[in-house]
């Protein structure tokens, strides 16, 4: 009989050391689903932050981009421009275009009157002086027009450009015009620009 209490005994130990094995093990399932919850929780929550991140990114580019395009004008003698009703020079992004550049004082009156040649490079000067205000140079100019009341003269001066685009020339026409805005202009030079991002 001691025998069979030593069996009943060890089944008795054996039941316990199951259900104890089933607990560990049914514990060691529980910390391990729990263990996956944070895992995924965490992944979930990196995913929202890179997405949150992502989108402060993109929101602060199109507000970089909607800056960019907003235009900025600029007036080189304000108060001719205004009584003639233009501005000098309008930039959105990276384009520039620049009016037409003529011939004048800083009260509008013409000068070099008879001298196309003087004329053109008293147009450069200011030209360039719109430029400097938006950091670019001539190198930047993609297009030019030019506007003539006597085509052979400019024809003639124009070698002086070479002077003015050392590194390419812009696109461009050269127009043959009956007048310009006051009878004394012989030229009028406007451009565009394209600003690189440096």
């Known amino acids: 009989m001691k025998f069979s209490n030593k069996n009943k005994s ?3 130990n054996n039941g316990i050391h199951k259900r104890n094995s089933s607990s560990v093990i049914s514990r060691r ?23 949150k991140a992502e989108r402060t990114v993109n929101e602060s580019e199109a507000v970089k981009q909607k800056a960019d395009e ?17 501005s000098h020079a309008v930039k959105i992004g990276n384009s520039i275009k620049v009016s037409g550049a003529v011939s004048m ?13 003087q004329q053109m490079k008293n147009c450069y000067v200011d030209l360039e002086k719109v430029l400097t205000h ?12 030019v506007f003539t009341t006597d085509m052979a003269k400019f024809l003639e001066a124009a070698g002086y450009r070479t002077e003015i ?6 696109t461009g026409s050269w127009l043959g015009v009956k007048e310009l805005a006051l009878p004394e202009f012989m030229i009028e030079i406007e451009l565009e ?5 440096q």
Do not use: W
């Not at 907003?70 to 233009?86: I, Q, S």
């Not at 938006?134 to 100019?141: A, E, L, P």
């Not at 620009?193 to 991002?197: A, M, P, T």
């Open 70 to 86: 907003t235009p900025e004008y600029f007036l080189l003698r304000p108060e001719v421009e205004k009584a003639y009703g233009y």
């Open 105 to 117: 004082d800083d009260e509008g009156n013409p000068t070099a009157i008879g001298d196309l040649e």
């Open 165 to 170: 685009y050392k590194k390419q020339f812009p």
């Open 29 to 51: 399932s529980e910390l391990l689903f729990v263990l996956m919850l944070l895992v995924g929780a965490t992944s979930i929550f990196s995913c929202e932050e890179k997405t």
């Open 134 to 145: 938006y950091g670019c140079t001539f190198d930047d100019v993609i297009v030019e027009n």
């Open 10 to 12: 060890s089944s008795r």
């Open 193 to 197: 620009v394209h600003k690189s991002n």
